[in-house]
Structures are given as structure tokens and as C-alpha cells.
């Protein structure tokens, strides 16, 4: 009977790791070809998002006012 091999992991593949001063070490989700990579968020989703906080006060203010 022969046995089967162990499962492999596919769900994050490690790339090699960052020389210093170099770009952080990613993830490739292997199905998908999606790679990840922590510590960075584009300055245009922080804007996006204060945007939308700016709005939702604008309009409970507005619009929930007795008045």
C-alpha cells in the first residue's frame, strides 16, 4: 500500500527575505496570484476614507437635525 504525501500548505508562499534597507518580504497567495506585503496604505484610500468620515458628519448633522 503506498501512502500519500503530505499535504502542502498552497494558501501563502514566503519569497525570499529583504536585504536591509530593501522592501519588506511579501506573500503570493498561490491560487489567486495575489501578493501581500504589510506596512504601506496608499495616501488615495486615506483620503477615501477621511472623505467618507467627512461626509457622514456633514450629513447626520444635516439631516438629523430638528430643523
Known sequence: MIKD????????????????GGEPSTYLYEPAGIRERSGYIPTWL???ALGLIVWGIYYMIRHWSSY
Open 46 to 48: 486615506k483620503l477615501v
Open 5 to 20: 504525501p503530505p499535504p502542502h500548505d498552497r494558501t501563502a508562499a514566503p519569497n525570499q527575505p529583504a536585504e536591509p
